[in-house]
């Protein structure tokens, strides 16, 4: 039995399987002055349960009807009536035991109502200036302070409602999210079919490169058979031999120069095991073209007699280190590069990607073929450190600011935040900042044709800030003015666009780069 703190009169009890008797310890004077609970039920006198020895000092029992289940809490509260029983009249009896009685019942009453007391809700201390008094109800709202902290006051919104749309948000930000982490593989599948693209490059360079060291290698041999051809006559052509070893000298330079070229195409594929592999055997037939030509040049100090000037006369360097061989003559290889990146990104007219700039004048030949990249061009949205990327009020949809043209082979014009492109196939490659705007979404606008390009899901940017990334190709047949836009679910002053850094850097809340195709 467990007794209530505060009260003398509450009894409770864990029952045990089939318990049906259970004590009370206070007088009651009549059987309905118990109130028994069976866990939150209020049980029913007779119907559930009888009462024994109402009007006993110490107390009695009551008996269920039906026993108990193992474990349900049993409770005996005294429920007194709120009425006398006693009346006394001028010059009558004025009994103790009247008295007493009467004073017992009140005792009685005041204890059961210090009981009902505790179970209410109360302030922690007293505190005049709060209302004690709870609004009527309202269908589907609940009760919170008001802005004061001195009533309560029905909410405006159904809290199961509220519920739902919040789940609702974050199952879209799971969605974006999930949409974001698609992207990144996306972007990670295309940068290593790049790199494989640069791989196969640096083995088309080697194998042109071993090709020439080969046709080198046949030259040298030539000359070999004709040194060998002309050695009965080797004391009367002395002057003849020397100006041939000269021209396998000659030719052996050029051997050098091709390993030199797959040296350079090796560096340019470094990462690539395959491609190291063929630059090494290009470079041991190197070395056997170099050990040809030092037999050859052996051979040929002994010719006297023979005229070796025809043979001079097919091997020919021009002004770009280009050999020329037989007649008629026939170019064998020839690489031209002022610079290039670990991206083999090279055009004769444009330049090569070198981190996030351009560098003009470099080309890249193979097999006499310019090599030329898509014209680009990359624009961003900058302003000084500590200032917000710009406000965001939902539901609109909003032109992200740009404002500096890091660089542009294009031809694009840039006012604002409008950009006006030639007709074309470009592919758009962006990311932007966003700050406490929950889901956030982007679109590519045709502002000439008053139409939305594409649409994508972008991040969830909760207080901490996101990126919202995309990329998509597409074609415009007639110069238009281009933007890009964000959409999100949450407004956001100041920098809903962005939130700024603290290490004192430019802040930079967009960067896009555009590439065109066609």
Known sequence: ?????????????????????????????????????????????????????????????????????AGDIITLTGNSMIERDTEFTNGGDYLASAINGEYDKLDNITKELVTQQESYFKLATYNPAISKIVPNPTSRRGLVWNAAGTALENTDLDPDVAATAAAASAAAALVSENNAAASEASTAADAIATAADAVQT?????????????????????????????ADVITTNADAASTAADVITTNADAASTAADAIN???DAVSTAADAVSCASDASDASDSADDAAVSAAEA?????????????????????????????????????????????SCGSSTGA???????????????????????SACYSYQVSNGTGGGSYTTPQHTTRPINVELYDDIGITLASNVLTMPAGTYEFDFAFSCHWTDSTSWGIYDNTAAAYITTGNGAYAGSTGSQSVGKHIFTIAVSSGIELRMKATRSQSTTGMGLPNTVGFTEKYLTLLIRKLL
Do not use: C
Request: hydrophobic share 45%; net charge negative.
């Open 353 to 375: 990607v070198f981190g996030n700039e351009i560098y003009a004048g470099t080309k890249l030949q193979l097999g006499g073929v310019d090599i030329t990249p898509p014209l």
């Open 300 to 344: 040929a100090a002994s010719a006297a007699s023979v005229d070796l000037s025809a043979v001079a006369s097919d091997i020919i360097p021009d002004a770009a280190s280009t050999r020329i061989l037989g007649s008629p003559p026939k170019p064998w290889g020839a690489v031209f590069v002022d610079s290039f990146d670990a991206n083999v």
């Open 264 to 266: 350079t195409a090796a």
């Open 1 to 69: 039995m467990a007794q209530i703190p505060g009260s003398a009169r509450v009894d409770q009890y864990t029952a045990t399987g089939g318990q049906t008797v259970f004590t009370y310890t206070y007088l009651v004077y009549h059987d309905d002055e118990i109130l028994v609970q069976s866990g939150d039920d209020v049980l029913t006198l007779t119907a559930d349960y009888t009462v024994q020895d109402a009007g006993e000092e110490t107390g009695g029992t009551i008996t269920l009807v039906v026993g108990a289940t």
């Open 202 to 230: 640096g083995l088309d360079a080697a194998a042109t490169a071993a090709d020439a060291i080969a046709t080198a290698a046949d030259a040298v041999s030539t000359a070999a058979d004709a040194a060998s051809t002309a």
